[in-house]
């Protein structure tokens, strides 16, 4: 379950990109986070990210983390057994 969150989260930080045009390295130096950090989200190393990283992305992005977190897929997402 955890495994389709986090995938979820990457694939939004993918789209972002993609729309924006810029890497994943582009990212990092846009947000402060480190390249390895962010290398861990996107390769799912790290499941679950600290709201803080969270919210340096979400500022690159040029949003909040709610903005970052408000999209269809997630909202849908059911975290029942």
Not at 9 to 18: A, G, K, T
Not at 63 to 70: G, K, Q
């Amino acid at each position: 379950m955890a495994d389709q969150y986090s995938q979820i989260i990457v694939d939004r930080i993918l789209d972002l990109c993609r729309q924006r045009g810029i890497s994943i390295y582009q990212l990092a130096v846009m947000s402060g986070v480190s390249h390895s950090t962010i290398d861990n989200i996107v390769n799912r190393k790290t499941f679950n990210p600290k709201i803080k990283t969270l919210h340096k992305i979400a500022l690159a992005f040029s949003m909040t983390v709610a903005e970052l977190l408000d999209f269809d897929a997630l909202n849908r997402y059911s975290f029942e057994d």
